[in-house]
């Protein structure tokens, strides 16, 4: 189990890139002082003075900040304090995020259900195909005429959501739409990616080749009759701790939703912008993803209310949400940059949408990102509010991370959600944003300390990415990685990360502290903190790629 250990000095077990920001977190005691060792000569590299100490609430600690961004020459180090133990080692490199990057991508193949994982792809961790998808029934919250209560529909592959073994619209809709954003903002990265996954090596960038996956079931999804979109395909209640394959409850698609439909159609239509380019390679698609997305939002406006809630039979997750407005705000946006018709652009009324750090349940952060990245398709005057907004809102983020002795964006009580560490990752994602517009270097150097902190330089020294870093969980709450009986977990996962809510505490061990940084265990009871979800990821393979991208050399 994790301890509180508050009393280690706290950096980026991953490491640093030569021209970034570089800080340490050093618990707060009687030296002023830190110096930067070679890893394996020990020979003295830098040293300087610590920041004053200070307090940062979300983990009581008071702690001095090393600032050794002076190091840029690349190397393997540790940074010593009088009276603490060595940092761990971290290295400065010119590519130091591009294993993480792809590792927390290769997660999503690992994640990919109706098919086998192959050892030549998925090496210890291949496995039998899970979940083929090809009998899934109709449940009666779904049921209409063409499709009675008990009717067989198809719906292979796309990915599990997270530890357990089911596909939400929801989920998947931000996760898809944060992917292909990465692409669309950093192509040169991903265009000279080889993730090793099956489709390794034809016309595509592999990273979108593994959103297809997904994508392809989505498109099942919808109801041809109609164009509504089912909210999950699931079981009636949350799988075992077992392999996909030794699984044997019944599948359901369970009752079309706004927030399905929305979410559908956003990401429809910019899929349909991204994979545009590739029209010799997938005739037809980008035209199918517009039509998808086009008859979504048609069903979306006739059924403008229809929040989720899951029926008393079926059990599993829920990603419900009654606040309907960022959805269809996010799915204008889209459809407008995707179509150029006035009809969308009113529908998004832009001026009355305000920026905000996105989340599954809270989409309308996207529709920024979407904006910003598309300024020459919008009008003047709406090019300039985009620009401005999303700035205000990198500034007000960067004062944020300004002011806190740990120097991260996550201060108030409402950050220590469950999945943290994606909330974190999406405020890096628009603090990025905002960097792209403006240049503000202050911002950039505030996203790189969200990568740090979800990487080690937090209060438990944990990297919360399976397979990377010094201490990284070894017990994350995802299905396979518990069953497979292979010690260590399927790599590439960020975990959940620290949530005072402990909504699994009768699952599990106490948890080490109430304060909301410290509420972390590594354990596999813990889905409160512990689990693993592809909303999670995603924000992790963005920031990590635009950090790599964008820091200058
Ligand atoms: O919306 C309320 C807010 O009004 C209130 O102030 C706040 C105070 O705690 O709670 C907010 O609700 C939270 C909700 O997420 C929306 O953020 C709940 O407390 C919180 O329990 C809920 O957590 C969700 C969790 O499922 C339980 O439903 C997570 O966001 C969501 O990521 C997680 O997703 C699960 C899937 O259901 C199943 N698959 C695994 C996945 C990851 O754990
Ligand atoms: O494993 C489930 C996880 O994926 C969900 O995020 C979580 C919250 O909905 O629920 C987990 O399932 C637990 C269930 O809610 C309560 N009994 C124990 C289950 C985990 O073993």
């Known amino acids: 189990l994790a301890q509180a250990q508050t009393d280690g000095i706290a950096v980026n077990q991953v490491g640093y890139l030569p021209g970034a920001a570089k800080l340490a977190a050093v618990p707060a005691g009687d030296a002023a002082a830190f110096t930067v060792v070679d890893a394996d000569t020990g020979?003295?590299?830098l040293s300087g003075s610590l920041g004053a100490a200070a307090r940062w609430a979300p983990a009581g600690q008071d702690v001095r900040l090393a600032d050794f961004s002076a190091l840029n020459a690349p190397g393997r180090y540790r940074l010593q304090v009088k009276g603490l133990p060595d940092s761990p080692p971290f290295v400065v490199?010119?590519?130091?995020?591009?294993?993480?990057n792809a590792a927390s991508i290769k997660a999503f193949y690992f994640n990919r259900a109706s098919t086998?994982?192959?050892?030549q792809h998925a090496g210890r961790w291949a496995r039998p195909a899970g979940h083929a998808d090809d009998k899934v029934l109709v449940h009666s919250s779904a049921a209409s005429a063409a499709r009675p209560e008990g009717s067989v529909i198809s719906s292979p592959k796309g990915w599990y959501d997270a530890g357990d073994y089911n596909k939400y619209i929801v989920n998947s809709g931000i996760t898809v739409y944060t992917l292909l954003a990465a692409y669309e903002q950093f192509p040169a990265l991903f265009k000279a990616q080889n993730l090793n996954i099956p489709e390794s090596g034809n016309a595509l960038p592999d990273l979108l080749d593994e959103?297809?996956?997904n994508l392809e079931w989505m498109l099942t999804m919808q109801d041809p009759a109609d164009g509504?979109?089912?909210?999950?395909?699931t079981n009636k209640s949350f799988d075992g701790n077992q392999m996909p394959h030794q699984t044997k409850g019944e599948r359901y698609v369970v009752a079309k939703g706004t927030a399905a439909a929305l979410d559908f159609a956003a990401v429809m239509a910019h899929a349909s912008r991204i994979y545009k380019p590739f029209e010799s390679q997938r005739p037809g698609l980008s035209a199918r993803l517009r039509e998808a997305s086009v008859a979504a939002w048609k069903w979306a406006r006739a059924n403008p209310q229809l929040a989720y809630k899951n029926p008393p039979d079926v059990r599993t997750g829920e990603y419900g949400d009654a606040k309907l407005d960022d959805e269809f705000a996010w799915a204008a946006a889209e459809?407008?940059?995707t179509t150029g018709e006035a009809g969308y652009r009113d529908a998004l009324a832009l001026d009355r949408q305000t920026v905000r750090v996105p989340g599954w349940g809270d989409v309308g952060g996207l529709a920024w990102v979407s904006l910003a990245q598309n300024r020459d398709k919008l009008a003047k005057a709406d090019a300039d509010l985009v620009t401005q907004r999303v700035r205000a809102f990198g500034d007000e983020l960067a004062a944020t991370w300004k002011a806190s002795a740990y120097r991260l964006t996550m201060a108030a009580p409402t950050d220590f959600v469950w999945g943290s560490n994606a909330h974190a990752l999406n405020q890096a994602l628009m603090l990025i944003q905002s960097y792209r517009l403006g240049n503000d270097r202050v911002q950039l150097d505030a996203a790189q300390s969200v990568l740090d902190y979800v990487l080690g330089r937090n209060p438990l020294g944990m990297s919360y990415v399976t397979g990377f870093g010094t201490k990284a969980p070894m017990h994350p709450h995802h299905r396979p990685s518990e069953a497979d009986g292979i010690d260590a977990p399927v790599p590439g996962f960020i975990v959940g990360g620290p949530n005072p809510g402990?909504?699994?505490q009768k699952n599990c061990p106490p948890y080490p502290s109430k304060l909301p940084a410290l509420s972390y265990i590594d354990h596999g009871c813990s889905y409160a903190a512990n689990e693993v979800a592809i909303n999670w990821n995603a924000p992790l393979v963005y920031v990590s790629a635009a950090l790599q991208a964008l820091t200058p050399k």
């Open 211 to 213: 959103v297809l996956w």
């Open 93 to 100: 490199a010119a590519d130091a995020y591009a294993a993480v």
């Open 335 to 337: 459809l407008y940059l």
């Open 116 to 119: 086998p994982l192959l050892p």
């Open 228 to 233: 509504g979109v089912y909210h999950k395909l």
């Open 43 to 45: 020979r003295s590299v």
């Open 502 to 504: 402990q909504q699994d």
